[in-house]
Every structure is written in C-alpha cells, then in structure tokens.
C-alpha cells in the first residue's frame, strides 16, 4: 500500500505507476490523480499556444495578410477560371454529391444502395443539367407524412416550372 501525496488516500501499488526515479520504485502521485494533473497540463498547455498563435498572428499581420493577397492576386484569374471551368462542366456531380450528402444525413440513402445505382443517379443528374431540368424526388425526403428515399426509383426529371408547381402533397 502507498499513500498518495495529493489525494492523500492509501492505496494499493498498482494504483501507481511505476517510476524508476523515485526510490521505492513508483510515483508519488496515484494513477487517478496523474490522470488529472496530466488532462489540465494538457489544458494549461494548449491555451498557451492558442494565445501564442493569437500574438504571432497580431504581430505579423501584415506580413500574412501580404502573403495572402500576393498569392491571391497572382493566382486570381487562374483560380477563378478552373473554378468556374470545372464547376460548370461537373456541377451534375456537385449536385448528385451534394444530394447524397443531404440524403445520407436524413438517413434516406439506404446502405443497400449499390455502387451501379449510384452512377445511374449520377447520370440522371448529369441528364438532368444537360436538359436545363430538375432531379425531383417523387416522394419528398422530407415529407410531412411519408419521407422518400434517395434511390433511382424515387427520382425523376421535372422542367423548373413543374417542380416549383409541385406541391408538397405527402
Ligand atoms: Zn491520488
């Protein structure tokens, strides 16, 4: 047994770790208040960089901002036409993503949907912008009664107009 010079509670010695420094071969701190001390050094430690970074950046704000810029500025017309170039040519894959995306957080895309129907929504999406129409959810992902899924069988193509028609009838 060994009593901990913090918690003062005796305790057995596999409550301590093993330190070689210290004489009787293990630290005078119980493992449970280690575990302690190291989380708010930790803390401590961390607050410290964030404040430093904060100087550094206020002491140096011309110099990154500078940088920033320069590289902004010799790079603008560059990044903007690759911007909108490959967003025009792949904004089917932007959307098709993008509606995965907001399937997947209402749980409408199901896991069994394959790899194959993926493509063919892709597709679908891909047809939909060369024909200036919509994807439509038949069933709304997020219906007032129903909520639809985010399959091949669920979608259709709709002209703009229809789909802002198209009332909201699950
Ligand atoms: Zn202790």
Redesign the pocket.
């Known amino acids: 047994m060994r009593t901990?010079n913090?918690?003062d509670?005796t305790?057995p010695l596999t409550s301590f770790r093993k330190d070689k420094r210290i004489k009787s071969g293990y630290n005078c701190?119980?493992k449970?208040?280690f575990k302690i001390d190291e989380a708010a050094y930790y803390q401590a430690n961390r607050a410290e960089k964030i404040a430093k970074r904060a100087i550094y950046r206020e002491n140096n704000l011309d110099k990154i901002s500078e940088a920033g810029s320069k590289y902004y500025i010799a790079n603008k017309v560059k990044i903007r036409e690759y911007q909108s170039e490959y967003g025009r040519e792949n904004r089917h894959i932007f959307n098709a993503k993008g509606m995965k995306r907001y399937a997947a957080k209402l749980n409408a895309s199901p896991s069994w949907v394959t790899k194959e129907e993926h493509e063919a929504i892709k597709e679908l999406y891909k047809e939909a912008q060369e024909k200036g129409m919509h994807v439509d959810h038949i069933v709304p992902l997020q219906g007032k009664n129903v909520c639809g899924l985010h399959v091949l069988a669920n979608l259709q193509l709709l002209s703009p107009t229809d789909n802002l028609s198209k009332s909201n009838k699950f």
């Open positions: 901990c913090k918690c509670e305790k701190k119980c449970a208040c």
